[in-house]
């Protein structure tokens, strides 16, 4: 049963067909199971000769364990088999193809676009954090996507890096030192903070259409790998404060001061309480319910507050519905919430200044709500643009203009 070679190999209960990719390790085939459902599934096909360090005996447990971890932002791997020569992964089948292909085919993706990748990525990372597991080769074609519209990021290609060391026998560098922490190439010492600078080099890439040490020659690229200057940041495109100290924190060439990986998952660029989920509608509906509660009591700047933060979720919200008339229901009711905010923000604005005018004592309760105004005039802002119109989303044209992100209060 050969896996390599131009025919797709044979593998009992399932009908191989076309290629899908080629990585450092295997081959992947788009398969349909026999049965009714024709189920598809991608097959990757990995050689035994292709491991080291540990047993085959210890990567089979692995793979039982990578069996049970489910998750919305990771492949599924539905089973497995092996044979005298190799192991082959049931997975589930991405048909948007890989992220290198989609950031090669857009030439860069706007700020917006990338957060929401971003974000996903870091739910996986977090999951697998969470886990004890290092994906340890992380770059865009390890990162796939489920369809070609409306995307959804799905982590590949995890927990076997482990038993494949970056470097063989005769200490040849595999896989692309692109996207290696320098660390990992010149030290052949590492740890899961490699994982975080990986990171980096994915946004850099995404932001600016090229990984930061993009060379023409190797002589350049390992200039760069080994030169202990700091990442620079190209000046355009532009981009947010925040974006930029993210892709800072997380290309810093010393690992033990690059940002941590709870720094990260608590950084506010990656702002995971955000991130579209299942959970977004529900959260958003609580705190409206709250917001009426104390617009009905008179309570005008708790409730403008409470709208805004129940609009932080009503984006995402917004983003993660597939279904076209229940997110269109959706978008009505963020409408009316956004009338609601802006009459309360009128009222609460006259009403601040008159009191500031008289002295009042609640100078201080004013002066505080101030401070958290620009993040309420963003979050009205951001809601307004995503139901004026589509949510932009992965799969949205770079040339579509992006939502404005701040108001002038
Ligand atoms: P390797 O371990 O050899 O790097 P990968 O798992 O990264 O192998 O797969 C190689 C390529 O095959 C990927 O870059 C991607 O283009 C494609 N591929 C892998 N898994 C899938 C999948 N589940 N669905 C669709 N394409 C896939
Ligand atoms: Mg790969």
């Known amino acids: ?34 049965t009714d459902t024709r189920e598809v599934v991608a097959i990757k096909c990995v050689s035994k ?21 489910r998750h919305p932002h990771i492949v599924e791997l539905k089973d497995f088999q092996w044979d005298s020569d190799h ?25 917006k676009v990338a957060r929401i990748f971003l974000q996903q990525l870091a ?69 899961a903070r490699v994982d975080l600078w990986s990171v980096g080099v994915i946004l850099y890439e995404a932001l600016f259409g090229r990984p930061p040490f993009a060379s023409r020659s190797f002589a350049e690229l390992e200039e760069k790998i080994r ?6 940041l190209p000046s355009r495109p532009l981009l947010s404060l925040e974006c930029r100290d993210l892709l800072g924190q997380l290309l810093e060439r010393d690992p033990l001061k690059r940002i941590s990986f709870e720094g990260f998952f608590a950084h506010p660029f990656v702002d995971m309480e955000h991130v579209p989920s299942a959970e977004s509608l529900c959260k958003a509906t609580d705190l409206v319910v709250e917001a009426v509660k104390k617009d009905q009591e008179g309570d005008a700047s708790a409730a403008l507050s409470l709208y805004c933060k129940a609009l932080e979720y009503f984006v995402p919200a917004l983003y993660y519905e597939s279904d076209a008339r229940r997110k269109e229901a959706i978008r009505a009711k963020v409408g009316q919430y956004i009338s609601r905010a802006e009459e309360l923000k009128a009222l609460v604005t006259s009403s601040s200044k008159s009191l500031l005018q008289q002295g009042n004592p609640a100078r201080e309760l004013l002066r505080e709500m101030a401070k958290d105004k ?18 932009p989303g992965p799969g949205d044209s770079c040339r579509r203009r992006k939502a404005k992100m701040t108001m002038t209060p």
């Open 87 to 111: 192991i082959y992964l049931i997975m589930e089948f991405c048909a948007g193809g890989d992220l290198s292909r989609f950031i090669r085919m857009r030439r860069i993706l706007p700020e």
């Open 49 to 69: 000769r292709s491991l080291n360090r540990a047993s085959v005996e210890n990567l089979l447990t692995e793979i039982e364990i990578l069996k049970t971890i």
């Open 1 to 34: 049963m050969a896996a390599a070679g131009w025919a797709p190999p044979r593998l009992p209960g399932f009908i191989l067909t076309e290629r899908l990719g080629t990585g450092t390790y295997a081959t992947v085939y788009k398969a349909y199971r026999k």
């Open 374 to 391: 620009p993040r309420l005039c963003a979050a009205l802002d951001v809601a307004s643009a995503a139901i004026a119109k589509p949510q």
């Open 227 to 232: 030169s202990d200057r700091a990442i620079e």
């Open 123 to 191: 739910c996986a990372l977090k999951f697998l954090h969470d886990h004890n597991i290092s994906h340890l080769d992380l770059k865009p074609q390890n990162i796939l996507l489920s369809t070609p519209e409306n995307p959804q990021l799905k982590l590949a290609d995890f927990g076997f890096a482990q038993y494949m060391s970056p470097w063989d026998e005769k200490h040849v560098l595999r896989g692309s030192p692109l996207y290696m922490a320098p660390e990992m190439v010149c030290c052949q010492q590492y740890d």
